[in-house]
């Protein structure tokens, strides 16, 4: 089986696995963290999330982290 990559992903970012931060999207802000099994999280206020999407979000440039 072939490593996980999560932590290096994050890293990319400047984060760690687990560590929440925002995002800026649309105006909107979402906090997030990177997760080992599912990539990346978002809080929808009550639980943590899937949502693929904002991966590849901040991937390309069209979500932003905001750092304090």
């Known amino acids: 089986m072939a490593k ?3 932590a290096e ?3 990319l970012f400047g ?3 687990g560590e929440e ?3 800026r999207f649309n ?3 979402k906090c997030l ?3 080992e099994q599912h990539g990346l999280l978002y809080f929808d206020g009550n639980e ?3 949502n693929y ?3 590849d979000w901040l991937i390309r440039g069209r979500a932003v982290i905001v750092d304090d």
């Open 4 to 6: 996980n990559k999560m």
């Open 9 to 11: 992903v994050a890293k």
């Open 15 to 17: 984060k760690r696995l």
């Open 21 to 23: 931060f925002d995002v």
């Open 27 to 29: 105006g909107k802000l």
């Open 33 to 35: 963290q990177f997760d």
């Open 48 to 50: 943590w999330r899937k």
């Open 53 to 55: 999407a904002y991966l």
